[in-house]
Structures are given as structure tokens and as C-alpha cells.
């Protein structure tokens, strides 16, 4: 069921849009209802006819001719077929089942180079979590009532509060009798407050979301532009905001009708109003289940010890399938919230990004894992670098997880893609036909210039080669 929203958020998949039925399903905050979505490398749109039977210009010849040129590379005998497509890429192949003599690289390329990861890093906090937090760990955001009938909010760092979740809490607070309240304080003390990671380059793209103890919607805006150019409310559960107004009106096109479709905009301006907004759409929704607010939004503090508590909303869906959704579709503001939580339950509150590097430095620790220069958790700072060798590590520690990753379509490849401008990474098991439960590792790393899909020509001779072709133990070359 999700898909849209954490598609919104995405670096690091090449997904075509028709895969996902987009516009076959009803509007929802979070799922399959908009796949549009944008990457670090997005914003300059090859040029393409605009109308069939238009001839293609040179951008496309230009693709052509290097995928012609993949295909030739690939077509070179082993292993020259890989070191040519690869160039001063790292490439390697293990096989961790080889027997007692322990893991026996099948094939490496520049295996201990350093390398920026991109999304591929995304396998590490995944790993991390399900030991430190455990598959079936659930968050919760959590409500309470002070004396002067003051409505608390204490964020806890949900990495899917969404639109739907938030509704289903207002209901159950209404339910509970609640009828009137004063202010509505924001408490985010869960984390370090004013949280801007390593990577985020302000811009309006969901995928550069803030982080913070409590976030709506991935701390996104969502609406929908109608047939008369009108902004109205993407659906009942994600009333508009002033803040979401604000947004729309400076992304609207200049002297133009907008044209009819949804939107998704990160709120960028500061980790503070990406909050205020969170405040804001529980203020509307509490509004709209009758419950009269007196007061306004109030940003920071902490839960007095006097107050009340109302309710616990404990989201519904579990780590292990927020992780697979998150790895389906590379979502960097989940990954964070879950790579700061791993630090706030390891050493306390409140969450910092250090707290979070240490809690999954100290995991590796643990197996006996180098230590990764990682500086946040999703891959999105270009500070991150990891060796070939290194991932290998890392997807030795996975492998127990390895149903979380993304599969092929034949399910002969369960893999985790990273991709920003100039950098496309790959890694994750080759599942041999025989052996199903022993698969193969393999990591392909490329960072600087490339062919687009040069990483899946790698990954389709290094298939025919060890899985499709000679037996899986063969070393030769």
C-alpha cells in the first residue's frame, strides 16, 4: 500500500512510473497515489520529441550510442568485460558458503578503493536497526493534557506519521471525549533540536526533508492542483495549511494557469516551520472531529510532569516493514529518523546525529565489521565513503534480512541501488538456483562519469557469469 509519498523522498531508484499504477488509486497520503518523485540528479531533463512521430534530437542519439557501447563492452571476454565497464570502479563477487576455508572472493576490482556510497549506505541502518531495535519495534507519538487544558504532543520520531496515522490519533482522542483544549505544544525534545544533516541542500525537493521528533507527511506538503488551477486539499485526512498555502503560492508558475495534477514540496525553509506545520495540520484535524482549540501552535518545551495523559499512538505499521518500504524505495527521511532513533535508545535522549553514528559503529563493532566513514544514514552526504570490501562486510551481516532488499523480477537478484549525479552503486545477493539460501554477494561501485545503466550491464555479466553460466564456485580469470 505505500509507495507515494516515500517514493516522494527517494534517491536512488530508477522505477518506472507505469510500474506503480499511478492514478489508479484512491488519494492517499503515503501510498501509490503520486510516484513522481525527484533525485540529486534531477533538474536537467533530457531532451526528447514532445509528440509522437516528432524525431528524436541528440540527447537521445547520444543515449543510443552509449548503451551500444555497454553492450559492446559487455560483450568482451571475461573478466575484461567487467574491468571495461567498470573503469576505475570497484567491483567484487564472494561467496560467504564456500565452506570452512570461510568467505572466497570470486572476483575483485579495486576492492579496498574508497568510494561515495550513495543509497547502498541505506543497507547499513537497516542491518543496525533490526538487532538494536528488533524487527517488531513500533513508534509511538504521544498526547497529553495539562492543567491549564493544554494540549502536549510528544514527538517521538515516527518515520511514517503520516496524514492517515495522524487522523486515526485525532479520532481516538476525540473518542476519548476530548471536546476543548488551549494551546497545542509541540514537544520535540526527543531530538536535538534544529537538526540539519550532512547532505541536505535546502531545496524544495521532498527528498531533502529536515528531520526532527515530529514530522508529518516526511515533513512534506501535499495538494492537489485542479482543473481551474486551484489548490485544493490532496485528501480528508491533509487539510491545507497556511504553511501549505504559502509553499504552493511560491512554486505556482509565473503568469500561467498551473497545471491540474498533484504536488509534493519539501518544507524548506527551516526545521522549525517543517514543524510549525506539523502542529498545524493536528490543529486543523482536531477542528474538524469537533474538538474546539482556543489557542495556537506552540514550538518547544518539554511535557510538564503534571499533565495528563490522554493517549499513545503507536503507528501500525512495525519496523521490519517500514524497513522494506524505506529499501524499496530509497527514502532518506525515514532512514534518518530511524538512524537518530538507533543513537536515542543506545545512549538516551535526545537524538543527535554523532548518537546515531556511534550506535551503528558500535553494532559493527560487535561482528567484527570495519569501520565505515558514515556521517548520516541514508547515503545522501557525498562525506560518506565505503570500500568495496567494506560493503561486502556489511552484506554479510544483512544477509539474514536480505527479504527486506528489493528483488528482481525473476528473483534471481535481491539488491539496494544509490544514485546521485555522478554516482551509481550497487549492491546486495546473486540467489543461485541451486542453493537458494546461500546466495552470492556482490558490490559494484562507481563514482565520476559513466554511461546511465552502466551499473545494470555490470550487474547482468556478472549474473550470466556466476549465475547463469559457469558453477557459482568458479574463480577462474
Given at each position: 500500500?505505500?509507495?507515494?509519498?516515500?517514493?516522494?523522498?527517494?534517491?536512488?531508484?530508477?522505477?518506472?512510473?507505469?510500474?506503480?499504477?499511478?492514478?489508479?488509486?484512491?488519494?492517499?497520503?503515503?501510498?501509490?497515489?503520486?510516484?513522481?518523485?525527484?533525485?540529486?540528479?534531477?533538474?536537467?531533463?533530457?531532451?526528447?520529441?514532445?509528440?509522437?512521430?516528432?524525431?528524436?534530437?541528440?540527447?537521445?542519439?547520444?543515449?543510443?550510442?552509449?548503451?551500444?557501447?555497454?553492450?559492446?563492452?559487455?560483450?568482451?571476454?571475461?573478466?575484461?568485460?567487467?574491468?571495461?565497464?567498470?573503469g576505475q570502479g570497484a567491483v567484487m563477487v564472494l561467496?560467504?558458503?564456500?565452506?570452512?576455508?570461510?568467505?572466497?572472493?570470486?572476483?575483485?576490482?579495486?576492492?579496498?578503493?574508497?568510494?561515495?556510497?550513495?543509497?547502498?549506505?541505506?543497507?547499513?541502518?537497516?542491518?543496525?536497526?533490526?538487532?538494536?531495535?528488533?524487527?517488531?519495534?513500533?513508534?509511538?507519538?504521544?498526547?497529553?493534557?495539562?492543567?491549564?487544558?493544554?494540549?502536549?504532543?510528544?514527538?517521538?520520531?515516527?518515520?511514517?506519521?503520516?496524514?492517515?496515522?495522524?487522523?486515526?490519533?485525532?479520532?481516538?482522542?476525540?473518542?476519548?471525549?476530548?471536546?476543548?483544549?488551549?494551546?497545542?505544544?509541540?514537544?520535540?525534545?526527543?531530538?536535538?533540536?534544529?537538526?540539519?544533516?550532512?547532505?541536505?541542500?535546502?531545496?524544495?525537493?521532498?527528498?531533502?526533508?529536515?528531520?526532527?521528533?515530529?514530522?508529518?507527511?516526511?515533513?512534506?506538503?501535499?495538494?492537489?492542483?485542479?482543473?481551474?488551477?486551484?489548490?485544493?486539499?490532496?485528501?480528508?485526512?491533509?487539510?491545507?495549511?497556511?504553511?501549505?498555502?504559502?509553499?504552493?503560492?511560491?512554486?505556482?508558475?509565473?503568469?500561467?494557469?498551473?497545471?491540474?495534477?498533484?504536488?509534493?514540496?519539501?518544507?524548506?525553509?527551516?526545521?522549525?516551520?517543517?514543524?510549525?506545520?506539523?502542529?498545524?495540520?493536528?490543529?486543523?484535524?482536531?477542528?474538524?472531529?469537533g474538538v474546539e482549540v482556543s489557542g495556537e501552535v506552540?514550538?518547544?518545551?518539554?511535557?510538564?510532569?503534571?499533565?495528563?495523559?490522554?493517549?499513545?499512538?503507536?503507528?501500525?505499521?512495525?519496523?521490519?516493514?517500514?524497513?522494506?518500504?524505506?529499501?524499496?524505495?530509497?527514502?532518506?527521511?525515514?532512514?534518518?529518523?530511524?538512524?537518530?532513533?538507533?543513537?536515542?535508545?543506545?545512549?538516551?535522549?535526545?537524538?543527535?546525529?554523532?548518537?546515531?553514528?556511534?550506535?551503528?559503529?558500535?553494532?559493527?563493532?560487535?561482528?567484527?565489521?570495519?569501520?565505515?566513514?558514515?556521517?548520516?544514514?541514508?547515503?545522501?552526504?557525498?562525506?560518506?565513503?565505503?570500500?568495496?570490501?567494506?560493503?561486502?562486510?556489511?552484506?554479510?551481516?544483512?544477509?539474514?534480512?536480505?527479504?527486506?532488499?528489493?528483488?528482481?523480477?525473476?528473483?534471481?537478484?535481491?539488491?539496494?541501488?544509490?544514485?546521485?549525479?555522478?554516482?551509481?552503486?550497487?549492491?546486495?545477493?546473486?540467489?543461485?538456483?541451486?542453493?537458494?539460501?546461500?546466495?552470492?554477494?556482490?558490490?559494484?561501485?562507481?563514482?565520476?562519469?559513466?554511461?546511465?545503466?552502466?551499473?545494470?550491464?555490470?550487474?547482468?555479466?556478472?549474473?550470466?557469469r556466476f549465475i547463469d553460466g559457469p558453477a557459482s564456485?568458479?574463480?577462474?580469470?
Open positions: 500500500m505505500v509507495a507515494s509519498l516515500i517514493l516522494a523522498l527517494a534517491v536512488g531508484t530508477n522505477l518506472p512510473r507505469a510500474a506503480w499504477g499511478a492514478g489508479s488509486e484512491k488519494k492517499v497520503t503515503g501510498t501509490k497515489a503520486n510516484t513522481g518523485r525527484k533525485t540529486q540528479s534531477a533538474g536537467k531533463k533530457a531532451s526528447v520529441g514532445k509528440a509522437k512521430g516528432k524525431k528524436p534530437r541528440k540527447a537521445r542519439s547520444k543515449r543510443n550510442q552509449a548503451a551500444s557501447r555497454l553492450d559492446e563492452l559487455a560483450g568482451l571476454p571475461w573478466p575484461e568485460n567487467v574491468s571495461r565497464l567498470a561467496d560467504n558458503h564456500a565452506g570452512a576455508q570461510g568467505p572466497q572472493e570470486l572476483y575483485s576490482l579495486n576492492p579496498d578503493k574508497m568510494f561515495v556510497p550513495a543509497s547502498i549506505l541505506k543497507l547499513v541502518t537497516a542491518a543496525a536497526a533490526m538487532e538494536i531495535l528488533g524487527p517488531g519495534y513500533q513508534f509511538r507519538t504521544d498526547f497529553a493534557l495539562d492543567d491549564d487544558g493544554g494540549l502536549w504532543v510528544v514527538g517521538r520520531g515516527d518515520p511514517f506519521l503520516v496524514s492517515e496515522e495522524l487522523c486515526l490519533a485525532v479520532g481516538k482522542l476525540a473518542s476519548l471525549g476530548l471536546r476543548k483544549v488551549g494551546n497545542i505544544y509541540l514537544d520535540s525534545s526527543f531530538f536535538e533540536p534544529g537538526l540539519v544533516l550532512d547532505g541536505n541542500t535546502f531545496t524544495d525537493n521532498p527528498y531533502d526533508a529536515y528531520n526532527g521528533a515530529l514530522g508529518v507527511n516526511f515533513n512534506t506538503v501535499n495538494y492537489l492542483i485542479d482543473q481551474g488551477g486551484r489548490v485544493v486539499e490532496y485528501n480528508e485526512c491533509t487539510p491545507l495549511t497556511r504553511i501549505t498555502l504559502e509553499l504552493a503560492e511560491k512554486n505556482a508558475p509565473k503568469g500561467k494557469k498551473a497545471k491540474a495534477g498533484e504536488r509534493r514540496l519539501n518544507i524548506s525553509q527551516s526545521p522549525q516551520v517543517a514543524e510549525e506545520q506539523s502542529g498545524l495540520m493536528i490543529k486543523a484535524l482536531l477542528e474538524r472531529a506552540i514550538l518547544g518545551g518539554t511535557v510538564p510532569a503534571s499533565a495528563t495523559p490522554l493517549y499513545s499512538h503507536v503507528n501500525g505499521r512495525n519496523l521490519e516493514g517500514m524497513l522494506a518500504d524505506l529499501l524499496d524505495h530509497s527514502n532518506n527521511y525515514m532512514t534518518n529518523q530511524i538512524f537518530l532513533i538507533l543513537g536515542a535508545e543506545v545512549f538516551g535522549a535526545p537524538a543527535t546525529m554523532e548518537k546515531g553514528r556511534q550506535a551503528v559503529l558500535d553494532y559493527l563493532g560487535r561482528h567484527g565489521l570495519s569501520r565505515l566513514n558514515m556521517v548520516e544514514g541514508s547515503g545522501l552526504s557525498r562525506n560518506n565513503s565505503v570500500s568495496a570490501r567494506q560493503m561486502g562486510e556489511i552484506l554479510s551481516v544483512f544477509e539474514p534480512n536480505r527479504h527486506l532488499a528489493k528483488a528482481s523480477g525473476d528473483g534471481s537478484v535481491l539488491y539496494k541501488t544509490g544514485t546521485m549525479s555522478d554516482i551509481q552503486t550497487l549492491a546486495g545477493y546473486l540467489v543461485r538456483p541451486d542453493r537458494p539460501d546461500e546466495p552470492l554477494w556482490f558490490v559494484i561501485l562507481l563514482n565520476g562519469t559513466y554511461s546511465p545503466g552502466t551499473r545494470e550491464k555490470i550487474l547482468s555479466v556478472l549474473k550470466a564456485g568458479d574463480s577462474s580469470g
